[in-house]
C-alpha cells in the first residue's frame, strides 16, 4: 500500500506491504536506525517512539496504522546539533553503556517527564518499567532523570545510593 | 514481520461486518499487542488483519447513572486511566488498568482485546467479573449481550463465533462507586504477566472476588458479604480456583497467594 506519514517533522512517502510494523519501515525503509529491536514482544521497549503523541512499541504497530501520522524518534531528539536536556543528563551521569536501550528509554523519559515534571524515584521507575537496561545499570538512569528534572541537588545525592 | 497477509481498516460497523463474514481466516486487530505478537511467533496465521480502531463509534467511553458506563472496542488502557468517569465511578476497574503491562502497551492495548483474547491472567476480567459487566456482541446476524461470567469457556476461548465482534462492554450503574482494589502477584517490580491476581469488590454488604491465573479463566467467586470472616471468604476463593503448576510457580504458591491477597484485600478495601 501506498503510505505517508512525517517523522521528526519530515514527511515520508513509500509503497509499503500491508505486514510491515512501524519499526521495520522506519530501520529498513528510512533507514532512521535508532530505533532498535530487541525482544519483538513488547516487553524491552527498545523499540519505542512516540506515534501521534504516544509512546509505544513500534514493534508491535504495523506501518499502515501510521499512515497520516505523525512519528518522532531518538533521530528527532537533538536539535541543530544540540543534546536534549534528557540527553546531556545522560551524558553527564553516564547514564549511556552499550547504548541499545537507549533511544527508547529517552523517548519514555521525555512521555514521562511531559506528564510529571518532576517525578520521585519511585515515579520514575514506574515509568521506564517498560524499557529494559541489561549493562549501564538503573542507577546512573534515575540520576540522569532527577538531574534532568531539576532535582538533583548536593543533598539528595547522598541519597541515591539507595534508589 | 514474519508472515504475509492482507490489511484493512474499515470505518463503519457494517464494512467491518461483511468483511469478518465473507472472509476465512480474518483476525481482528484492536491494541495489537497481543496479535502482533502471536504472528511474529507463528500462534497466529492470519490471512487478513482488520483494525477496528477507525469503526465508527468503537473509540467511546460513556457514562451516565441511568445506563452506566459503556466502553468502545478501540478504548486502550491509558485511556480508561484518564477516564474521569472511570475513575470516579469504578476505581476497581482503574485498579485493574495500572496493572497491566507497561506504559507504552497501555497506549495501545484495549480493553476489549484483553478480554477477547481470554487468556487466563488478563488484568481487567477480574474488576468486569466483580462489577457485573456485559459484552455487546455484533455481527451480520444481530446482537447479543452475554455476561462476563458467561464469556470465557476455557484457555484463550471464549463465547465468541467467527464472524462476532466484540463492540463494546457496558458496565452497570448498580455496581458504580463501589469499594474495590486488586492486587497481582509478579516476578519483577516491572511489567510482567501476572503469577495470581485477585480483585475484591464492596458494595452495599456485598463481597465479590475476581480471580485471574488461577484456573483455565479468570474467575467469580460471589456468595459472600462483608460479615463474612476472611476464613470463610478464602475458603470460597480456594474452593473456586484449580491452578496448576507451571514455569512462573507451582500450584501449590497460586493457591497460597490468593489466599495471602484475597485476607490483604479485605483488610485494604474498608
Keep these: 500500500m501506498r503510505m505517508s506519514l512525517t517523522v521528526n517533522g519530515r514527511l515520508y512517502e513509500r509503497a509499503v506491504p500491508e505486514y510491515r510494523t512501524l519499526l521495520e519501515l522506519l530501520r529498513d525503509d528510512l533507514g532512521l536506525t535508532g530505533t532498535k529491536e530487541g525482544c519483538g514482544a513488547g516487553e524491552c521497549g527498545a523499540c519505542t517512539v512516540f506515534l501521534n503523541d504516544q509512546t509505544v512499541n513500534s514493534c508491535m504497530v504495523l506501518a499502515a496504522e501510521a499512515d497520516g501520522a505523525s512519528v518522532e524518534t531518538i533521530e528527532g531528539e537533538a536539535s541543530a546539533g544540540e543534546l536534549s536536556s534528557i540527553q546531556a543528563a545522560f551524558a553527564r551521569h553516564q547514564a549511556v553503556q552499550c547504548g541499545y536501550c537507549t533511544g527508547g528509554m529517552i523517548m519514555a523519559i521525555r512521555e514521562l517527564l511531559a506528564n510529571n515534571p518532576k517525578p520521585s524515584v519511585a515515579e520514575i521507575k514506574d515509568g521506564i518499567e517498560g524499557n529494559f537496561c541489561r549493562c549501564t545499570g538503573y542507577q546512573q538512569i534515575i540520576e540522569a532523570v532527577l538531574d534532568a528534572s531539576g532535582q538533583l541537588t548536593p543533598a539528595t545525592k547522598g541519597e541515591l545510593k539507595h534508589v | ?270
Design chain 2, 1 to 270: 514481520m514474519t508472515q504475509i497477509f492482507k490489511y484493512r481498516a474499515p470505518v463503519s460497523r457494517a464494512e467491518l461486518f461483511d468483511l469478518v463474514s465473507d472472509h476465512d481466516g480474518v483476525r481482528l486487530l484492536a491494541g495489537g499487542t497481543d496479535l502482533l505478537v502471536d504472528i511474529r511467533n507463528g500462534f497466529a496465521r492470519p490471512e487478513m488483519v482488520v483494525n477496528l480502531k477507525h469503526v465508527a463509534g468503537y473509540g467511546d467511553i460513556s457514562w451516565s447513572p441511568a445506563d452506566g458506563l459503556a466502553i468502545g472496542a478501540a478504548i486502550t488502557i491509558n485511556e480508561v486511566l484518564r477516564s474521569a468517569a472511570i475513575r470516579e465511578h469504578y476505581p476497581l476497574l482503574a485498579a485493574c488498568a495500572h496493572d497491566l503491562a507497561s506504559y507504552q502497551i497501555r497506549n495501545r492495548a484495549t480493553v476489549v482485546g484483553n478480554v477477547v483474547n481470554a487468556s487466563p491472567c488478563s488484568d481487567m476480567a477480574p474488576g468486569l467479573l466483580c462489577l457485573q459487566a456485559r459484552a455487546v456482541i455484533a455481527s451480520k446476524r444481530g446482537e447479543r449481550v452475554v455476561a462476563f461470567n458467561d464469556f470465557f469457556t476455557g484457555v484463550k476461548k471464549t463465547v465468541l463465533q467467527r464472524d462476532e465482534v466484540l463492540e463494546r462492554i457496558i458496565v452497570p450503574p448498580d455496581t458504580a462507586a463501589a469499594r474495590g482494589g486488586y492486587r497481582k502477584l509478579k516476578r519483577i517490580k516491572g511489567h510482567d504477566l501476572g503469577i495470581i491476581g485477585v480483585a475484591v469488590f464492596k458494595k452495599d454488604g456485598v463481597v465479590r472476588l475476581g480471580i485471574s491465573s488461577a484456573a483455565p479463566t479468570p474467575l467469580l467467586v460471589e456468595g459472600l458479604t462483608e460479615d463474612d470472616p476472611a476464613d470463610i471468604v478464602v475458603a470460597a476463593a480456594h474452593g473456586a480456583i484449580h491452578p496448576i503448576s507451571d514455569v512462573r510457580c507451582s500450584a501449590d504458591y497460586r493457591a497460597h497467594m490468593v489466599d495471602t491477597y484475597t485476607r490483604r484485600l479485605l483488610e485494604e478495601v474498608a
